[in-house]
Each structure stands twice: as structure tokens, then as C-alpha cells.
């Protein structure tokens, strides 16, 4: 038995006993309630953007990097690119499993994801994100062919 019960218990204060019920149920109200945003979308609305990959993707079946780092990191990775290209004039990337990649946002990321608006735009328009990139970076690396 446990020092809180037999504290309870020798108190003989059965209003302590009632409240720890009320505690209980004040506590599933509270996490319920807090928790609300999250069941209450599970299963209904709001799902996530629905991304198609291009043939030439499928076939590839893996990004330059591991999905999940790709979602979270692809800003961070362009950003290592620029870098790379622009200052250090070096412009192969070498993955984790040693697949090498030309480091550049229209002719390799928008090669194999040439679907940028099934995509990219997709996935950024859901997340209200706008990168500016395309300003100058050509979308479409098949139109310059
Ligand atoms: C004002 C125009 C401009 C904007 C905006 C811009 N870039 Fe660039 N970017 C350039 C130029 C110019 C180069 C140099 C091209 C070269 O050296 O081949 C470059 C090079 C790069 C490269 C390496 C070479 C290549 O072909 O891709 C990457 C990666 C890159 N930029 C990513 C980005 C990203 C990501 C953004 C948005 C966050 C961005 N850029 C926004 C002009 C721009
Ligand atoms: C050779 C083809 C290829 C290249 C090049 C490529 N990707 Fe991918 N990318 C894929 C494939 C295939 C997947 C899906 C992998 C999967 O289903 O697990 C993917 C997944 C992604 C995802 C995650 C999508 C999701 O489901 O959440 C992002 C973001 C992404 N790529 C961005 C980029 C960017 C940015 C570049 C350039 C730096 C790039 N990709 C270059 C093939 C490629
Ligand atoms: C799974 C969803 C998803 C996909 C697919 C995706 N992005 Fe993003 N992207 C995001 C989110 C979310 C952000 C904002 C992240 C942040 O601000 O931390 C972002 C930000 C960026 C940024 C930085 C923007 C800035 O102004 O700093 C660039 C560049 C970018 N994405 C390029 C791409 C390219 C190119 C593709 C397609 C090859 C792509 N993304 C596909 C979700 C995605």
C-alpha cells in the first residue's frame, strides 16, 4: 500500500478520497480537452498534402537523402548546395551511401521532382511557405533544353 493511501486513510477525511476521484476526472477532462486538436482532426480533414513522384522518381526510389530528413531538412540541404557551388566552386554532393549528385536546385532536385507543382508547390501551399528561390531558379529544367 502506498504512504498517500494510508495518509488518506488514517485522516479518515473521506473528502480527500472524493477529491482524488474529482482529481481523476478533473485530469481526463484537462487532457482530453488539451488533446482535442489532435483526435478531433484524426481520421477527418485537414490531411496532408497528397505528393505524386514523377516515373523517373519511382524509379529512383530514394531521394539524395532518407525521406524523413528530406521533409524535415530539404531547406537546410539547398542551402549546404548554394553554399557549396557558389563559394567553394564545388558542386558534386556525395550522399550517405555514396551516390554522388550534382548540387543543383533546377537540374538534379527538379529533374527527378519535375512535377514541381504536384510537389514542391504542392506541399508548400499547404504549409503557406513561398520560396522565392524560383525568382531566378528555372522551374521547368525541361523547357531549356
Ligand atoms: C537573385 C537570384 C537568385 C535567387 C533568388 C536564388 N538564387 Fe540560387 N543561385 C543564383 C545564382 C546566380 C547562382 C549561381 C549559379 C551557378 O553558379 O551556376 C545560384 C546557385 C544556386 C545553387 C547551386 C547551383 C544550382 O544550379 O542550383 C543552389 C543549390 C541554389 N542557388 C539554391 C537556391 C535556393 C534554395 C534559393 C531560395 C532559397 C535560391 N537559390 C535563390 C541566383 C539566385
Ligand atoms: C533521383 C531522383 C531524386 C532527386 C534528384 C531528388 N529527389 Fe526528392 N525524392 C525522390 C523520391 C523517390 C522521393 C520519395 C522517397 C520515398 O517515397 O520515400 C523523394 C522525396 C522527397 C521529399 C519528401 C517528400 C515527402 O514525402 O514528404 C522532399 C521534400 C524532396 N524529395 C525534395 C527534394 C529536393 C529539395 C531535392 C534536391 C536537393 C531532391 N528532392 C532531389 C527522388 C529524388
Ligand atoms: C513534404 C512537404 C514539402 C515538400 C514535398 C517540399 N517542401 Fe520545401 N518546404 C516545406 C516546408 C514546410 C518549408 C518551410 C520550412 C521552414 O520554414 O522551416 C519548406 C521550405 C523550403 C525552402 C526554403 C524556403 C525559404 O524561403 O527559406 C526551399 C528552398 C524549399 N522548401 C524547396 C523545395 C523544393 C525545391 C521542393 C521540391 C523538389 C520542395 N521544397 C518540396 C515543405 C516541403
Known amino acids: 500500500m502506498s504512504d498517500k ?13 472524493k477529491d482524488k476521484k474529482y482529481i481523476i476526472a478533473g485530469l481526463v477532462f ?13 481520421g477527418k480533414a485537414a490531411p496532408g498534402p497528397e ?10 526510389k530514394e531521394c539524395v537523402m532518407p525521406t524523413a530528413y528530406m521533409r524535415a531538412e530539404h531547406m537546410q540541404l539547398l542551402d549546404i548546395w548554394r553554399q557549396s557551388v557558389v ?12 551516390k554522388a549528385f550534382t548540387m543543383s536546385l533546377s537540374n538534379t532536385c527538379l529533374d527527378c521532382h519535375s512535377n514541381k507543382a504536384e510537389f514542391c508547390d504542392k506541399c508548400h501551399d499547404y504549409a503557406s511557405v513561398r520560396p522565392y528561390c524560383f ?7 525541361k523547357e531549356i533544353k
Not at 5 to 17: A, E, S, T
Not at 51 to 60: F, H, I, Q, V, W
Not at 135 to 141: L, M, T
Open 5 to 17: 493511501k494510508i495518509f488518506l486513510m488514517k485522516d479518515k477525511n473521506i473528502f480527500l478520497i
Open 30 to 42: 484537462f487532457i482530453a480537452l488539451f488533446t482535442f486538436p489532435f483526435w478531433y482532426n484524426s
Open 51 to 60: 505528393l505524386k513522384l514523377t516515373d523517373k522518381a519511382k524509379e529512383a
Open 87 to 98: 563559394r567553394n566552386s564545388d558542386n558534386i554532393y556525395v550522399n550517405p551511401s555514396g
Open 135 to 141: 525568382d531566378c531558379h528555372i522551374d521547368k529544367p
